[in-house]
Nanobody
Framework: QVQLVESGGGSVQTGGSLRVSCDAS????????VAWFRQAPGREREGIAC???????DYIDSMKGRFTISKDGGKKTLYLQMDTLKPEDTAMYFC?????????????????WGQGTQVTVSS
């Protein structure tokens, strides 16, 4: 059963912005955490940020400033706003969920993943 569905990816030019979404409505836990990761071809999966159902956020240091994680609690939808995009941001972007309020941006902590949405930044 698919529990997480990403959307909103696409192509954008350098310097542009994009917002990707993660529909977590099928993730049945009331208290949860959701993190965003990305993976470019030939590279390891990279953490970006995490948010809990209580609104607590945490970011990987290198991702602070251009990436903003948020949520619409009523819809259980999570967002990743990406600004001032660069070609090196080109990757598949994934959301992942867990049922505890600890918010690590570490891939090994998550067992529920979406299928990903592709973001391509052209120069």
């Amino acid at each position: 059963q698919v529990q997480l569905v990403e959307s909103g990816g696409g192509s954008v030019q350098t310097g542009g912005s994009l917002r990707v979404s993660c529909d977590a409505s099928r993730f049945t836990y009331s208290f949860y955490r959701v993190a965003w990761f990305r993976q470019a071809p030939g590279r390891e999966r990279e953490g970006i940020a995490c948010i809990t159902s209580g609104g607590v956020t945490d970011y990987i240091d290198s991702m602070k400033g251009r990436f903003t994680i948020s949520k619409d609690g009523g819809k259980k939808t999570l967002y990743l706003q990406m600004d001032t995009l660069k070609p090196e941001d080109t990757a598949m972007y994934f959301c992942a969920a867990g049922s505890t309020m600890v918010c690590p941006v570490i891939a090994e902590w998550y067992t529920v993943w979406g299928q990903g949405t592709q973001v391509t930044v052209s120069s």
